[in-house]
């Protein structure tokens, strides 16, 4: 990845923790995965307190990447409200309730060391 794609991919995150910001997400996580997949440099992980919350924060996030010239590749979940996700490539954002959130426990999965043996 050259150098002005990984400054675009962090300021792309950084507009995804602004939106999230706005509408009050509850323990926004940055997981930088560049070393561990070629689909995504950056997953984002955020919590609401509802399925309203949930679908609002997601909302907001694409309505803010909009804003600055950016398109979801696709948004999954947002029907249900329990988990969404919203993949705009190089960064995926997922939000969910904190119950679906601690079930998943989508920070330890991308952070555990794989097994080298």
């Known amino acids: 990845m050259t150098d ?7 300021t792309f995150t950084n507009l995804v923790l602004d939106a999230l910001d706005d509408m009050k997400a509850l323990d926004p996580v940055v997981i930088d ?5 070629s689909v995504m440099d950056f ?9 309203r ?12 990447a ?3 010239g950016m398109r979801p590749i696709g948004v ?10 919203v993949d705009f490539g190089d960064v995926v954002l997922h939000v969910m309730q904190p119950a679906t ?4 426990d989508l920070e ?4 555990a060391l794989p097994d080298t043996e």
């Not at 330890?108 to 952070?111: K, N, S, V």
């Open 53 to 64: 919350h949930v679908k609002s924060l997601a909302d907001n996030v694409i309505l803010k």
């Open 76 to 85: 999954e979940g947002e029907s249900v409200g329990e988990w969404v996700l």
């Open 66 to 68: 909009k804003e600055g």
């Open 108 to 111: 330890r999965l991308w952070t």
């Open 43 to 51: 997953l984002v992980v955020a919590s609401g307190t509802s399925t």
């Open 4 to 10: 002005a794609l990984a400054a675009e991919s962090d």
């Open 33 to 37: 995965v560049r070393a561990l997949s």
């Open 101 to 104: 959130r601690s079930f998943y």
